[in-house]
T-cell receptor, first 112, second 109 residues
Framework: IAGITQAPTSQILAAGRRMTLRCTQDMRHNAMYWYRQDLGLGLRLIHYSNTAGTTGKGEVPDGYSVSRANTDDFPLTLASAVPSQTSVYFC???????????FGQGTRLTVV | GQNIDQPTEMTATEGAIVQINCTYQTSGFNGLFWYQQHAGEAPTFLSYNVLDGLEEKGRFSSFLSRSKGYSYLLLKELQMKDSASYLCAVLDSNYQLIWGAGTKLIIKP
């Protein structure tokens, strides 16, 4: 089934640990995004990639890094997790420009 | 700064009509999206408006006025499954989506 897949679906992580959230899409979309969603706040862009080999910083990039080695994969890494990074993380992809974004099912991350 | 405003929560009755408003102030405008998000699930696309006017898609319609920085999502013949959050998002001059906090819609029988 075509779409966008995230792993893991949920995780409890000790503060200070390193964690990589995985995201894979099979729609051959050029653009990919990582958002975090917190109660009472809108989706906030962490990092994005307009095409394989390029990445950019979003609204809340501190503490996170990404890579885009190929079209399909866009992993998000927390180098040293802190409790304020407790959130639901969504990966999304689109053809870019004025086209709709498709979202993964989300990763619920708790940093303790 | 960039800002998207929408009501936090609305309640409506099954079978009725509800209008969810969204006002925006952004650096540039390349269209406005509406997404639906059921609790614990991912957002899913509902509509996209880039020109002024009303776009109708089944029970859902979306309206845009660029001069007023205003949009609304109209849901007709409400069903219990329409209970969800509705997210308004504007595509800014850099083609980045700016998201509102979402409107939680509660449908009562």
């Amino acid at each position: 089934i075509a779409g966008i897949t995230q792993a893991p679906t949920s995780q409890i992580l000790a503060a200070g640990r390193r964690m990589t959230l995985r995201c894979t899409q099979d729609m051959r979309h050029n653009a990919m995004y990582w958002y975090r969603q917190d109660l009472g706040l809108g989706l906030r862009l962490i990092h994005y990639s307009n095409t394989a080999g390029t990445t950019g910083k979003g609204e809340v990039p501190d503490g996170y890094s990404v890579s885009r080695a190929n079209t399909d994969d866009f992993p998000l890494t927390l180098a040293s997790a802190v409790p304020s990074q407790t959130s639901v993380y969504f990966c999304a992809s689109s053809d870019g420009g004025r086209t709709e974004a498709f979202f993964g099912q989300g990763t619920r991350l708790t940093v303790v | 700064g960039q800002n998207i405003d929408q009501p936090t929560e609305m309640t409506a009755t099954e079978g009725a009509i509800v209008q969810i408003n969204c006002t925006y102030q952004t650096s540039g405008f390349n269209g406005l999206f509406w997404y639906q998000q059921h609790a614990g699930e991912a957002p899913t696309f509902l509509s996209y408006n880039v020109l002024d006017g009303l776009e109708e898609k089944g029970r859902f319609s979306s309206f845009l006025s660029r001069s007023k920085g205003y949009s609304y999502l109209l849901l007709k013949e409400l069903q219990m499954k329409d209970s969800a959050s509705y997210l308004c998002a504007v595509l800014d001059s850099n083609y980045q989506l700016i998201w509102g906090a979402g409107t939680k819609l509660i449908i009562k029988p």
